[in-house]
Structures are given as C-alpha cells and as structure tokens.
C-alpha cells in the first residue's frame, strides 16, 4: 500500500519516487486519449450530414410562418442533395369542423395489401424493407383471435374460411403513444390526427412500446428510395422522407386528406372496404357506417377510443 | 446552516474547506492514478472493453439501429434490459442506509458510503443504457426541461428521468461530504447529509417504482400491464443490491488493509433472505394467475417459459435464471453464508447473474413477444448491443473501482488533509 | 336538385352523377339517396363520376369483305326466336361459346331484355335499362349491396371525401364482378412485408384442419 500523504503535492507530474512510472502515466494518459478518439471516430463521418440549423430547430409548434418556410426549404434541398429528387414539402392544416374517421369492411376486404402497397408508395418508405403502415393479417373465421392471424401470407387471395383483417394506425382519440413520448415529439392534431415532429423525436421508442396496434415504425437506418420513385408531394409531419432514427407513423395521409382527398389506401382499395370521411358531418359516409353497421374498434377494452371501426355486413 | 453550533461558531472553517478542496481533488486523482500493477491491469482491462463498446456505440449512432437485432415487433432490447437491472441495483445501493439510519445501526454507518457509491455507478450504468438505446442522440439536449419540451407529468419516461437524476445528484453529494469531512479529519455535520439520507432511502424505492411504472402503465402490453410489478421490481432490487455490495466489501477487504466486524455483512444477507423469499413468491403468485387462468394473456408468460409457435428463445435464459435465483437462495440460507465463506460469494454471483436476466432479457423482452399483434417475432442481441453493453458495465466498474478506492484511501487515511494547511496556505 | 355537375370526365369515363342513375330507381331507394346527398353545407358539390365497366359495346366479327365489324345484340337475336328458358352457357352457340355462367338459377331473359333483340337490360317489371345502368338491376337481388355501394360502404372510389373540393370516380359493379360468374375470383395478393425478423407463427396448415372441422362455412362472425 501506497502511503500517499508521503507524497509531493503533484501527484502525477511531479512523482520523484517513481519517475519511470509517472512517465509511463503521461504515456498512458496520451494513448488512452488517443484511443477514445480513435473509437469515437465513427461519429464524425456521421455528423458530417448534420448541420447547426437541424440540430437548433425548434419544436414544430414553435416554429413561425417564416421559420417554417426557411425549415422547408432546408429540407428540400437536403432531399435534393441526398436522394437527387425535386420535392415540394407543404404543411396543410387541419380543417376547422372536420374530425377524421376511418372504417373498414372486413366482409368485403379481400386481403390483396394493396393499399399497404399504395401506402408504401404514398409515403416513400424504405424500397429494402417494404415498410408500410398498413398490415394485412389473414384471419380464422369464428372469432377475432389475431394469435390464429397471419401477417405474412403469400398464396391466393381470398381463402375459403379466412377473412382480411389490416390493421394501421387507429388514430386514438386517447392516444397512449401520446402520453408516453417524454418530449411530446408525437402528438394529437385538432382533427384526431397523430403526428410525429421527425426532426424532434430523439428516437427512444417509449410510443412504439405503448402502442397496442402495432401502429409505429422505427427508421432503424436511412430510408431507400431512388429518385424517380419518390412521391414529391410531401407534408412536413407526414410522408416527407423520414431521417434515420426517427419514429413514423400512419397519418391519414394528411398531406392529401386535409387537401380534401381521400387517403392513399382507400384509393388503392379495390373493393371499397375503407370508408373515410368526417365524422362530424352527419350526412357524411363515415357516418353513415357507425350509425347504421355493427361496427366495433379493435381492443375497446384499453380505452384507447380509436377514430378506425371495423364491420361485418349482415 | 447557521443553526448548528459548529457551523456558527466557525465560519472561518467554513472558508477553509472551500480552499482545501481543490487540493483534495488533486490528492483524489493521485489515488485513481497510483496503485498496484493489479490495480492497472484491472483498470486497462475495463478502458479496453469500454473502449470496444464506445466504437461500437459510435458505428451504431453512425449506421442506424439496424447494428442491433431490435426491429418493430421487438423494439426494446438488451440496453433496456440492462438499464432495468441497472437502476435496482442503484435502489439496491442503500440497502446498506435502511438499518444504518432507520435502525441506527451504528456499525452500518462506516460502510454506508460504500452503498451510496455502487448507486452513483449504477446510475451512470443507467443512464449511459437509455442514452446508447436513442436513435438521435444528438437531440438529447431535447429532453432538458426548460430548452427542450419535457412532456413532465404525462410521460413516465420524464418522471424516470427526474428521480434517477435527482438520485445521482444526492448519492453524489452524500459521497462526496462524508469522504471530504473524513478527508479533513472532521466530524460530518449532520445536518448537511442525515435529511438527505433519509430523502436517499425514499428516493431509492421511487426509482424503482417510476421504472416499474415505465412498464406497467403500458395497457397494451399485458405482460407488463401488472400492478405486482412494482413490488417485484422492489424486491429484487433488494437482493441484488446487497449481494453486489457484499461482493465490493470482499474485493475491498482483500485488496486494502481495510477491516470490520461481520455483522454489517450478515445484516444485509438477513436483508436478502427475506427480500428473495418474497421475490420468489411473488414470481409464483404471478405466474399461478397467469397460467391457470389460461387467458390470452399467458401467451408472453407462455413463450418465455415454454416456447411458442416453434420459438423459444427465451426458454433457456429464463429457466437458467430460476435455477440461479433457487440456488441462489438456497444457498443464502445456509448458515455457511453468514460467514465469510466461498459460498457466500457464489450465493451472491447467482443472485446478481438470476435477477440480471429476470430483470432484463426474462422482463423486457416477453413484453414485446408476442407482438401487439400476436405475431411471434424473436430477438438475441447483436453482437454490437452485447459490445455496448459490456463496455457500459466495464465503464460502471471503473468509475465503481475509482470511487471505492478513493473511498478507501480516505478511511484508512492513505490522504488527508496536511495538518497547518487551511488558512494560510494556498493549494495547487 | 341545384347542384352542379362538374364534369372532368376523360375519354374513357362516362359521365353521370350517381344522383341521377339512381334517379330510375325504386322509391325507397330513391329516399335513402336524397338522405345520403343532402350536404349540411350550401356550397355545391362535384359531382361524383361513375368509371364505365368494362362490357363489351356489341360482338367482333369478320364481314364477308374481310373486314372486322362489331355486331349489336340485336343484329342476331332481332331475327331469331327467344329461348326464354334458357338458364345456362352450354346449350349457346355462335358469339356465346366458351362463355362461363355461375350465377344462381337467373336465366338469361331475368336480366337480357328479350324485346328489344337483347340489345339492352331488363328490370323485374320489365322496363329496358342500358347496360351501363345494370347498378340497378344487380341492386334488386342485392339490396344491401346496393344500399352498401349508395353509401360508400361498397365499391372502389378515387378522388375527393370532401365533395365541395372536388370530385369522386366510383367503380361499376362490374368492375370487380362479372355479371355471368359474379363470385369475386382468387388471385396473388401484393408480396407480403419483407421483416428482417419474420414472424414465427404462420397457420397456413392448422387452419385448413380449423376449418374443416368447424363447419364455419363461409358464415361470418358477425
Ligand atoms: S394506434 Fe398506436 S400510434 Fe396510432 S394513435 Fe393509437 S397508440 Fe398512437
Ligand atoms: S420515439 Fe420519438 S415520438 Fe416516440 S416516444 Fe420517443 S421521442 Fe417520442
């Protein structure tokens, strides 16, 4: 044992006793901060595609008009830069006296995922991993059990004794995703819509743990997408190309659907499952359905109170 | 502190202790740079592992998650895991603070010390897990209150962040008056650490809590959606805690000339015998409802215990941590454990090694498996989230090495202050 | 009725609102649509557009000059007796060969208008409706469909939820289903997602014994 009272005041420089040793020191003081440089170096080729502006962004909902319009332009040419293509990112508000609703008739709902697909295109999602927020599960008749669901499927479509049952983000009017994420990256729009701010989510993924529909995906590394397949129509908090790291979600399409159009997935329907609308309109189709089908919401009992219904014809 | 006597009395001492403190930190550094060439070898061994780890981490911040075998359907992994283990052993740490203050136990309060900085390490452990888990470490500065949008008292994930700091911040200052009144051969004042002590013990069960309630608040997950999980959580806090401090007491013990009674280690396995039984029966009454209810529920239960649809990843880690956790107790309750036996050390590494996967891989992991959905979707960690992991808890080492032999430089009074210096006298 | 109609129709679109193809339907029907058309708000509506079937206008045939013509129903069937027992594909000959029918026990005057040589459709009480209109002939049988498809609750569309911005293109019935073989035919869905950890709990194979043994049928849950 070292008695280090015993010792000068200095106890690395100015180590007498020991001067090989405190040499040694100052060697392996350089060495150990050369290697933590060394191993750190990764970090530097990645902040090379970060710049001050995105790292001082404010919140969406702090931005101004004008701080808006400067972020757009950023990120435009960002994607310009990175992905070669010419897009035109937009910020559509939600409409005063509309609230979304989605509904989907699973008697008629044949399971061809082309509105997954549809999705995939609308949203500009990753081409290698076929991301889409729609998930198609193949189900047992007799029951809603998705433990006898499939998600994955690839045979002929429909099955004798099988119904289709996709599932995307059901816009909560209680969103749990909501509360659980700790900077309110994510958050409720006045028309029921559930955004995500990408260039203020830090990426914890509490919300993709919270969600009880499986709704939430995580840009696990940057998204794919030659250019000409890119959609340039895009929405600040919804399909513009999402950075790594981020979450995203289903958004109803509000770049379209606040626009007054329908969202990609029903469009692409060919049956005519999905039914979509304003459900504070009473003369609207949406409610039409919840009036007038059996309709049920997939897991009532969490008391998420979901914007999605799903029905049964007669 | 004007109401104490010593402290009115001397304001001057006051004064002194603010100028000898750079010297103490200066002696402090002597004492994490000097030591026996085991004492260099341990400490190039952790550097390097941490080392690996921080590469790892800065290739992962780089590349994107897709580095780690987290996907959609299993979106948390081992960093979570290991941040859960992580925070009970830093609500472990004042284990050591129950029976010396509440009991008064006077013989406790020499190694309380010793707790209190297992927690400070464990807490680094914690957060540098929940930090390497971002996907955007570089918005961190997003979750400070005032400049980011702390989304605080909705958020559970806010909370955890309030009381594991709050925690570190008051093990810190525990820490570091009493080992710098010891430092200046003074005796602590009581009021400057005693009510913070005290708010340590309250605090210690609240980190757990808020971290059990970082789980249990999820209604979608019914795996975690128990309100047995915070007790749970408490209870193996409590006996993890205390057999990863009587681990440090041994390592302290053989490498430093420092001695004491064996009553403060029995103590703590008395601790840990009950905490382990109740651990236990715990564990039973929840899989009993589980299981014999047989609802949809039990799947989760169902595929970490049995396997599912041909998948049983988890099977051999969790049936590895009862077996460790049963002989674990066993053990404990032999009368060999309280004495310093061998066998007291392996009770304690089974213990440690058992809550560590229950805690972790048998806990986090199963609330995602099945999926929301029910789709069965398997995780084992990658090679790089084993790298990071390792060089967290290599890093929780280093700074648990340095601080217990800073801590034990100071008690056998290896520094101190040099008598006459203070009032005169200018350090460094 | 003062709303306008927009109409934004490309060549391959025929133009007509579904107001006003529904107009020659039957009273209760009729109700129901003014209930669903009525808007809470004044602006006009675009109008909603009908996509044209894909039904053959007429048959191919080679004229003794060699050139290819397209014959009118009537061309034939105004000069020939009607069988109007008729029920099924295989007693046809000429134009009809190859011609699969699945559909109940119709037979071919419950839909084809005999009276007119063929040349349009029939309602039950006997009024011709063009083909295009058939809507509202499969709508007698299938009532809830046709109430389904009124409301939006039936059929592929494109275009506008919100009627005062734009308009709307809605698929015919025969867009998806063949008058002759209605059932809607299998076929290879969109590939499946590609997750780099695939799930492991696939039933392709325990749900053919499920069904086998449930005698489910094709009844639904509901
Ligand atoms: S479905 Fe999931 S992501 Fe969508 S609002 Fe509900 S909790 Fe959030
Ligand atoms: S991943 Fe992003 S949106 Fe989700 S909880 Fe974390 S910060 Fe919020």
Redesign the interface.
């Known amino acids: 044992m070292n008695n280090l009272n015993s010792m000068p005041e200095l106890p690395i420089l100015n180590d007498q006793p020991t001067g090989r040793r405190s040499f040694l020191k100052a060697c392996g003081a350089t060495l150990g901060l050369a290697a933590w440089a060394t191993a750190l170096r990764p970090l530097t080729e990645w902040t090379e595609d970060l710049n001050v502006d995105e790292f001082l962004q404010k919140h969406y909902r702090e931005l101004t008009a004008d701080q808006k319009q400067a972020v757009f332009k950023r990120l435009e040419a960002e994607t310009k830069e990175n992905y070669g293509a010419d897009v035109h990112i937009t910020d559509s508000q939600p409409i005063p006296g509309v609230q979304f609703a989605y509904a989907l008739n699973l008697s008629i709902c044949i399971g061809c995922r082309k509105c997954a697909e549809a999705c995939h295109i609308e949203n500009n999602h990753d081409r290698t991993t076929n991301n889409s927020y729609i998930r198609v599960f193949e189900m047992q008749m007799g029951g809603i059990d998705f433990e006898k669901g499939n998600a994955t499927y690839d045979h002929p479509v429909p099955q004798p004794g099988k119904f289709y049952m996709p599932v995307q983000c059901q816009q909560c009017e209680n969103p749990p995703c909501v509360t659980a994420c700790p900077i309110e990256a994510t958050w409720q729009e006045d028309d029921g819509i559930v955004v995500v701010d990408y260039n203020w989510c830090i990426g914890c993924r509490y919300c993709e743990a919270a969600c009880p529909y499986h709704a939430r995906r995580f840009n696990w590394e940057k998204p794919e997408i030659p250019a000409e397949e890119i959609n340039p129509q895009q929405g600040y908090l919804s399909n513009r190309i999402r950075p790594q790291g981020v979450m995203e979600k289903c958004t109803f399409c509000l770049h379209r659907t606040r626009e007054g159009r329908m969202p990609a997935c029903l469009e692409a329907c060919p049956t005519g499952a999905r039914v979509f609308g304003n459900v504070l309109d009473p003369d609207s189709e949406i409610r039409w359905v919840i009036e007038n089908k059996r309709t049920f919401v997939l897991k009532e009992e969490l008391g998420t109170k979901p914007r999605f219904y799903y029905f049964f014809d007669e | 502190m004007t109401s104490t006597p010593a402290a009115a009395a001397a304001p001057g001492i006051q004064r002194d202790a603010i100028r000898s403190y750079p010297?103490f930190l200066?002696?402090a550094?002597?004492?994490a740079?000097?030591?026996t060439w085991l004492f260099y070898g341990w400490m190039t061994l952790l550097?390097a592992i941490a080392?690996?780890g921080?590469?790892a981490w800065?290739?992962q911040?780089?590349?994107?998650?897709?580095v780690?075998?987290?996907?959609?359907?299993?979106?948390?992994g081992l960093y979570i895991a290991n941040f859960t283990f992580c925070v009970g052993l830093a609500a472990g740490g004042v284990m050591m603070v129950i029976p010396a203050y509440l009991y008064d136990d006077e013989e406790m309060h020499g190694l309380v010390i010793i707790g209190e900085a297992v927690a400070v390490a464990a807490i680094i452990m914690s957060t540098l897990s929940?930090v390497v888990?971002?996907?955007?470490?570089?918005?961190?500065w997003?979750?400070i209150p005032g400049i980011?949008?702390?989304?605080w008292p909705?958020?559970?994930?806010?909370w955890d962040?309030i009381v594991l700091n709050g925690y570190l911040v008051i093990n810190l200052h525990i820490v570091g008056y009493l080992l710098y009144m010891k430092y200046l051969g003074r005796k602590p004042n009581p009021n400057w650490y005693v009510p913070f002590v005290f708010l340590s013990i309250i605090w210690a069960i609240s980190i757990h809590t808020v971290t059990a309630f970082?789980y249990c608040g999820?209604?979608?997950?019914p795996f975690w959606n128990t309100s047995l999980l915070a007790p749970r959580f408490l209870a193996s806090a409590f006996v993890s805690g205390p057999a990863f401090i009587l681990l440090v007491l041994r390592v302290l013990r053989m490498t430093?000339?420092w001695q004491w009674s064996p009553r403060p280690a029995q103590t703590l396995i008395q601790i840990i015998r009950v905490a382990m039984s109740i651990n236990l029966l715990m564990l039973a009454s929840e899989l009993f409802t589980l299981f014999y209810t047989g609802s949809?529920h039990a799947?989760a239960a169902r595929y970490l215990f049995f396997g599912?649809?041909?998948?049983n990843g988890l099977v051999a880690w969790i049936w590895t941590a009862i077996a460790l956790n049963l002989i674990g107790t066993v053990l404990f309750f032999q009368p060999a454990a309280l004495e310093r036996s061998w066998l007291r050390i392996a009770a304690c590494l089974c213990c440690i090694v058992g809550i560590w996967i229950e805690k972790g891989m048998g806990l986090v992991i199963p609330?995602?498996i099945?999926?929301?959905?029910?789709?069965?979707?398997?995780?084992a960690p990658s090679m790089t989230e084993w790298k990071i992991t390792t060089g967290i808890l290599a890093f929780g080492l280093l700074v648990l090495t340095l601080l217990v032999k800073l801590i034990a430089?100071v008690e056998?009074?290896?520094?101190?202050q040099?008598k006459g210096s203070g009032t005169t006298e200018a350090?460094? | 009725m003062d709303r306008e109609s927009h109409t934004n129709s490309g060549p391959f679109l025929l133009v007509l609102a579904v107001l006003l193809v529904l107009q020659g339907c039957s009273e209760p029907i009729d109700n129901s649509v003014e209930s669903v058309a009525a808007n809470s708000t004044l602006e006009p509506l675009f109008a909603t557009v009908i996509r044209e079937p894909p039904v053959p206008h007429g048959v191919r045939a080679v004229a003794p000059n060699g050139e290819e013509v397209s014959l009118q129903c009537n061309a034939c069937h105004s000069v020939r007796a009607h069988n109007l027992k008729s029920a099924s594909a295989v007693d046809l000959d000429e134009f009809h060969q190859g011609m699969h029918y699945q559909h109940g026990s119709l037979t071919c005057v419950s839909c084809h208008q005999p009276d007119d040589g063929y040349s349009s459709l029939r309602l039950a009480d006997g009024t011709s409706i063009a083909f295009f209109e058939s809507i509202q002939l499969c709508g007698q049988c299938h009532g809830p469909q046709l109430r389904d498809y009124e409301h939006g609750a039936h059929g592929g569309m494109t275009g506008y939820w919100d009627l005062t911005r734009g308009g709307r293109e809605r698929n015919h019935c025969l867009h998806c289903h063949d008058a002759h073989k209605p059932a809607y035919a299998d076929f290879q869905p969109v590939a499946p997602p590609r997750d780099r950890f695939a799930p492991a709990n696939h039933h392709a194979e325990s749900s053919e014994a499920f069904h086998a043994t449930s005698g489910l049928g094709d009844s639904h849950h509901e």
Do not use: C
């Open positions: 010297g200066w002696k550094l002597g004492v740079t000097n030591g550097t080392l690996v921080a590469n800065a290739v911040v780089r590349d994107g998650m897709i780690t075998n987290m996907s959609d359907h299993v979106s948390w929940v888990d971002l996907g955007r470490p570089d918005r961190f997003h979750l980011g949008k702390f989304n909705m958020s559970m994930l806010t962040i970082l999820l209604g979608g997950r430093t000339g949809g799947a599912s649809h041909g998948a609330g995602f099945p999926s929301t959905l029910h789709e069965v979707v398997e995780y430089a056998l009074k290896q520094i101190s040099p350090q460094a």
